[in-house]
């Protein structure tokens, strides 16, 4: 909406362009009110089909059963159980302290050496090897071998969520480098600046916008693995509930969990990119 | 190619023979179509300092500002071979208290820009194939703060303020924030900023022209002895170009600095220029040089005066005629 002149009447809007019309149009933004309606509406089909598939007085005349699919009222009604005697808090506490401890730690390292694997590419040719190999192998599979190498104490669920991103971010700080135009370094280096100059004063300041936005997706990978993470020696966690949700056959707990990691998530994104407007007040894009 | 030796403008035409059949010698089959062309009939071509007697004609002893030496630029070997440029070959002397305006013209993709990034030192175009790029007699050997350049798009710093963008060569050479913001503010207004309004803005709040007066502000704020210009008005609307030439020739004047300025506007190139260098297109081979009439006046009343337009015509008709007898002589 934000940008007149290409078309008569963007903006204007001559009578005969309606806004049904306009939702047609190729690569145009609707207005605020209709993006929250579209929102809404896709979540309310989800509902509305949940409802419809779990309607019936008794068991049997539900289109699912119970033991399946819950109703939308069995989840709601979990939800003071979950807070209460299941101590959500807590457990939301333990899972995010976990995923920002291992996150948090192959960002401090996964970062930097991406950037300078970005800008200096025999660094990346030497990497390079690990990190297709990190990236691929089996997440699973780094449970049993975190396990022996650090216990099954917290260290093992930090350096469990470590092992699974770092490679991810290494990556993704590299490619954010190596995106940039080689026409900045050629302009730095005929005003005289030295490698490390072009590197600290253009490079990486040009690359941390697109960092900053990939590290928000990855922090979403990061807190998909939790309940990996939990599997073995969790009295609390997110993942914790959900397993033992699972052996108690509470679907309706597990559903109401992953309503909350969603919400959770989204939130935290939310929080992440208004720091990001915030450090980058250069790129108006974000 | 073993012509180090002082023999620069003796015999076109054999100079061209001898060329080719170096470059004939080289690749084992020999490179398909343009590459190959016969060697023969290219009688106009290189007339470089035949048609104008280079100003300073005796060097007197001291190292040209600028020296290409027989520059040709190859990328790939055998068939697939690409030559950018071929045989360049000339010499700008540093007219003390001066310098010289250079305009390279010539069509798209002829190597003008390959030129500049040879002087630049800037890869791939650097190191060059063969021949030798001499800058104050010393061969280039990879980009520095002497030799400052403007390109046309990418120009600033989106990261910083156009107060630090400008100040960003004195910040290098690690001069006080202090220091080298106030001198940052002196340029910001010689280019035809408001300190006051835009010294504090991001790049992205500002139009094209305003962009390309901040990054010509950063080069010159360093007093390069020699400018490289490639295209810096090329994307700008005819009105603005105007006016950032106006602004550069002003500027220009107190710099005593060789500027080379590519262009494919030969009214800019006129204008602008002292010289104008002339390449034919792909392999660049440098046609002629032209010496043209000092702007004395802003441009949208010069570029109005007859007078310059018989020498645009001129230049046009030049480059037409010469590159039609290249083209005979390619088949």
Same mark, same amino acid.
């Given at each position: ?90 457990? %939301?506490? +333990? ?23 970005? +800008? ?16 691929? %192998? ?13 216990? %099954? ?26 995106? %940039? ?106 | ?138 061969? &280039? ?5 002497? =030799? ?24 290098? !050479? ?5 220091? =080298? ?9 010689? &280019? ?14 500002? @139009?094209?022209?305003? =962009? ?40 220009? !004047? ?26 034919? @297109? ?21 570029? !109005? ?10 230049? =046009? ?7 039609? @007898?290249? !083209?005979?002589?390619?088949?």
């Amino acid at each position: 909406m934000s940008d007149g002149g290409q078309a008569p009447g963007v903006g204007g809007g001559p009578p005969g362009d309606s806004w049904t019309k306009r939702l047609f149009r190729l690569r145009e933004e609707p207005p605020y009110y209709v993006r929250i309606l579209l929102g809404v509406s896709s979540v309310g089909l989800l509902l509305l089909v949940w409802g419809g598939m779990t309607s019936g007085d008794i068991p049997e005349h539900r289109a699912i059963s119970p033991a399946v699919l819950p109703s939308l009222g069995e989840t709601a009604q979990s939800l003071p159980r979950l807070f209460g005697e299941r101590g959500l808090i807590a457990s %939301i506490a +333990a899972s995010l302290t976990r995923v920002f401890l291992g996150f948090g730690l192959a960002c401090v390292i996964g970062i930097p050496f991406g950037m300078l694997a970005g +800008a200096w590419r025999p660094l990346n040719a030497f990497v390079t090897p690990l990190v297709i190999f990190g990236r691929n %192998i089996p997440i699973a599979a780094l449970i049993p071998l975190t396990l022996m190498w650090f216990g %099954i104490d917290e260290t093992q669920k930090v350096m469990f969520l470590f092992i699974a991103t770092v490679p991810f971010v290494f990556s993704s700080a590299a490619s954010a480098v190596v995106a %940039i135009h080689q026409r900045y370094v050629e302009t730095a280096q005929t005003l005289g600046a030295s490698s490390w100059q072009v590197f600290r004063k253009v490079l990486a300041p040009l690359a941390l916008p697109q960092v900053f936005t990939d590290q928000r997706q990855l922090f979403g990978l990061a807190f998909g693995y939790i309940m990996l993470a939990e599997l073995v020696n969790a009295k609390r966690g997110l993942g914790f509930l959900i397993q033992m949700s699972q052996k108690r056959s509470q679907p309706e707990d597990i559903l109401m969990i992953l309503v909350i990691i969603g919400l959770l998530a989204w939130l935290i994104d939310k929080t992440l990119s208004w720091f990001q407007r915030g450090l980058f007040p250069y790129r108006r894009d974000l | 190619m073993s012509e180090d030796a002082p023999v620069p403008f003796k015999d076109a035409d054999a100079l061209i023979k001898e060329i080719d059949a170096a470059a004939k010698a080289d690749p084992p089959p020999a490179a398909p179509d343009r590459d190959a062309a016969p060697p023969a009939p290219e009688v106009t071509v290189v007339a470089a300092g035949g048609e104008a007697p280079a100003p300073a004609a005796a060097p007197s002893g001291r190292p040209a500002i600028v020296e290409f030496k027989h520059v040709t630029k190859t990328y790939g070997d055998g068939p697939k071979a690409f030559t950018a440029i071929k045989d360049v070959h000339f010499r700008i002397e540093d007219i003390p208290g001066k310098g010289e305006f250079i305009c390279v013209l010539g069509p798209s993709g002829c190597g003008k820009s390959t030129v500049l990034r040879l002087i630049a030192g800037l890869g791939p175009q650097h190191p060059p194939t063969t021949g030798e790029v001499l800058v104050d007699g010393r061969p &280039v050997v990879g980009p520095g703060a002497d =030799r400052g350049m403007v390109f046309q798009d990418y120009t600033s710093f989106d990261h910083m303020t156009v107060e630090d963008n400008v100040a960003f060569g004195l910040a290098c !050479r690690g001069v006080g924030k202090a220091e =080298r913001i106030g001198q940052a503010h002196g340029w910001i207004d010689k &280019v035809g900023l408001s300190v006051k309004n835009d010294a504090r803005k991001y790049p992205h709040q500002l @139009s094209g022209g305003m =962009r390309q007066r901040v990054a010509i502000a950063r080069t010159l704020i360093l007093s390069p002895r020699i400018i490289l210009m490639d295209e810096p008005f090329g994307a700008l609307d005819p009105s603005t170009r105007m006016q950032m030439q106006d602004n550069l020739v002003a500027l220009w !004047r107190d710099l005593e600095a060789t500027v080379f300025f590519v262009t494919h506007s030969i009214e800019e190139a006129v204008y602008l220029g002292d010289r104008v260098h002339i390449l034919s @297109s792909s392999p660049g081979t440098l046609l002629r040089e032209i010496t043209v009439p000092p702007p004395d006046r802003p441009a949208h009343a010069m570029q !109005r005066d007859p007078r310059f337009l018989e020498y645009v015509f001129d230049i =046009r008709d030049t480059i037409e005629t010469l590159e039609a @007898s290249r !083209r005979a002589g390619d088949d």
